[in-house]
């Protein structure tokens, strides 16, 4: 499979909280919600389209956590993230479940390497990363990413978790799609390939 991630971004970078303000998850981040304003009905259908593409998920645990509360209580399978998630296998990056209560649901808490390249070595199509911040940083740094799409919201939040890391691997980018929506949210997916050329 191909490993996939799929980020709803800030022009400044920020990742945390796209979707509301959690005080259990983020606390004391009173920005949360940034994506909400800006979506419309493409950007919500093309990312709806998306979540069907996958043939199965990873996840870090907050985003799981998040996920398995909220759409693995749902079964409108009319609702094609609902469909996705419920219905694909899951798999969880995670050393402190033991035995996770949302249906289809594997934890990978050993060798995390060797079990994300052995899912990416599987037939299908795509392992699909949402949220999951931490995670991604992490297999960006090991070079486990095979295709990032970045969903960038036209907001400086200005506070707030950023998806990269102030330091780490260097990686040049193939830009091999890219498209605008109604309200000004862009879209940009990218293929790593080895280093940057610096001039």
Wanted: aromatic residues 10%; proline residues 6%; contains cysteine.
């Amino acid at each position: 499979m191909k490993l996939v991630t799929n980020t709803q971004i800030t022009v400044d970078g920020v990742m945390q909280a796209n979707g509301g303000n959690n005080p259990d998850l983020d606390p004391g981040f009173e920005r949360g919600g940034w994506a909400m304003p800006l979506g419309d009905e493409e950007s919500l259908a093309y990312i709806g389209d998306f979540y069907l593409r996958a043939d199965a998920f990873l996840f870090g645990r907050r985003t799981y956590d998040l996920f398995a509360g909220y759409w693995g209580v749902q079964d409108d399978l009319t609702n094609p993230f609902v469909r996705s998630l419920n219905g694909r296998p899951k798999y969880v990056a995670s050393h402190t479940i033991a035995e996770p209560t949302w249906a289809g649901t594997t934890v990978l808490s050993g060798d995390l390497e060797s079990a994300v390249r052995d899912l990416k070595a599987t037939p299908g199509g795509e392992l699909q990363v949402h949220g999951s911040g931490q995670l991604i940083r992490w297999l960006l740094e090991h070079e486990l990413v095979d295709e990032m799409t970045l969903i960038v919201c036209p907001v400086i939040v200005g506070a707030g978790t950023r998806l990269f890391p102030e330091n780490g691997l260097d990686h040049a980018l193939d830009l091999v799609d890219q498209r605008r929506f109604p309200r000004g949210i862009t879209v940009q997916t990218c293929r790593p390939h080895g280093r940057p050329t610096y001039a």
